[in-house]
């Protein structure tokens, strides 16, 4: 294989291409895993890994992510923009997104047929989606632990026109065929979902990998995190997967546009309500209450929607509040620093 074919099989493609300087002498690599203190990547010449040194951290560094290093993989260069990429409000106040996996064609959300099935969940989980541009498609696992999936699948597919859902036994091969038509060779997908789900067991259906499993606890079905770390699978059919670690809760932010994608019914609704700044709580000509009231949508609905606004509302102004807050340090670091010269100077 030639080098280009090689860098597709990876999932290079024009994207990137187009951000090179015509005599770049530098070597393209994709990260297939990223740790504490260095990241695994894949380039033309094979497996290698990265220390992290303070400047490349500073790329907000993910998986699935386009780096240019030097000719010896030893260095990162330049962080590629990625045609997708997942992000989440990072856990404690500082109000920082983490990237979560970039790059990605196709998103997994994995649930299973149990208690873990959960709407408000897969709603949020779409909306994340959409954000990124990534194609979803809803898989219920665990097919096995009930007598007919239908219910499953139809509440799955009742959150958006047009959304694909498939229902298996994550641990039979021919049951996750279905799968295998998005893991052609280039394709990356993902999978996102909490803990528990199987998406370990879809991995090694997939991969026939032997990553470590563990089984969900008999008294609530709820699993434990097999996951630590986020990485790139190598896929039979040539493709890529990428596991992310289960987060029970991802934090929205900046995510508006997305919202009114996954609640096109609460949206289109809203823009026919009398006042365009409408709460829909108890304001006249409210075409979403009577929606509700004529029995055309469910109020359940309403309510999920308006607490995923409210929670991406509330992180993008912690967001915004904290990069006005670095800004505003930053410009006093310079006047300190300014004046600072200034004394030394005059001495």
């Known amino acids: 294989m030639t080098t280009l074919e090689i860098l597709q099989s990876l999932g290079w493609r024009g994207h990137f291409e187009s951000q090179l300087d015509a005599d770049y002498d530098l070597t393209p690599v994709r990260v297939t895993n990223v740790h504490r203190d260095r990241i695994d990547v894949l380039s033309p010449d094979g497996a290698a890994s990265v220390d992290l040194s303070a400047t490349s951290a500073a790329f907000g560094i993910t998986v699935g992510d386009w780096l240019l290093t030097d000719a010896d993989v030893q260095a990162v260069q330049v962080r590629l923009e990625p045609f997708t990429l997942f992000k989440r409000r990072a856990a404690g106040t500082e109000g920082r997104v983490q990237n979560i996996a970039s790059n990605v064609d196709t998103l997994f959300i994995v649930t299973s047929a149990n208690r873990d099935f959960n709407v408000a969940r897969l709603e949020r989980y779409l909306a994340i989606a959409h954000d990124a541009g990534v194609f979803p498609l809803i898989v219920v696992t665990k097919a096995d632990l009930v007598d007919d999936t239908d219910e499953y699948i139809a509440a799955a597919r009742g959150l958006s026109p047009g959304l694909l859902v498939e229902a298996l036994d994550a641990r039979q091969d021919e049951q996750v065929d279905v799968l295998r038509g998005w893991c052609s060779p280039g394709q990356t997908v993902a999978l996102l979902g909490s803990s528990g789900v199987g998406k370990s067991t879809i991995i090694n259906t997939l991969t026939q990998a032997g990553q470590q499993t563990i089984a969900a606890r008999e008294d609530d079905q709820r699993g434990r995190h097999t996951t630590t770390s986020r990485s790139m699978h190598k896929l039979a059919d040539g493709g890529w997967l990428i596991d992310t670690p289960g987060m029970r ?99």
């Not at 009231?293 to 967001?319: I, P, Y």
């Open 249 to 347: 809760e991802l934090q929205l932010v900046d995510i508006g546009d997305a919202l009114n994608d996954v609640f096109a019914d609460v949206a289109s609704l809203a823009e026919q309500c009398r006042f365009t700044d409408c709460s829909h709580e108890s304001e006249p000509g409210c075409a979403v209450l009577q929606a509700i009231d004529d029995g055309h949508l469910d109020a359940d609905r309403l309510r999920r929607f308006r607490k995923l606004q409210s929670e991406d509302r509330r992180n993008t102004e912690s967001l915004a509040e904290r990069r006005s807050r670095d800004k505003s340090l930053g410009k006093f670091y310079k006047s300190v620093l300014s004046g600072k010269r200034k004394e030394k100077g005059g001495g």
